[in-house]
């Protein structure tokens, strides 16, 4: 996934998650990061794959105009990855997502 030319904030995020992953169900707004959260959980737990790398190109633009906005989109995708593996949390069907940030 790539944020439009490395842009920052959390609109740019979310149109990268859009273009790029699955959700279920569809986010419509930029607002709320725990409905994307639960959202790419559910995208992501709805497909047949057992193993999905997420990257996240161009991101060090994103980084140096919205810090904040970075970190909480990296936790957003981190807490996604992690409780996808979880096997209680997933009833026994965990995935093993596995998230890339280039800089670059």
């Given amino acids: 996934m790539t944020t439009a030319g490395g842009a920052g904030g959390r609109a740019a995020f979310f149109n990268a998650v859009r273009a ?3 959700l279920d169900p569809p986010v419509v707004s930029s607002h709320s990061l725990d409905a994307l959260s639960d959202s790419l959980w559910g995208g992501i737990y709805s497909t047949d794959d ?10 060090l633009r994103f980084f140096e105009d919205s810090p904040k906005e970075f ?9 996604v990855a992690e409780s996808l593996a979880d096997e209680a949390f997933t009833v026994g069907r965990p995935k093993q ?8």
């Fill in 20 to 22: 790029a992953l699955p």
């Fill in 50 to 59: 057992q193993k999905i790398a997420i990257i996240w190109e161009d991101s």
């Fill in 71 to 79: 970190e909480d989109a990296c936790s957003v995708l981190a807490e």
């Fill in 97 to 104: 997502v596995l998230v890339f940030v280039s800089r670059e």
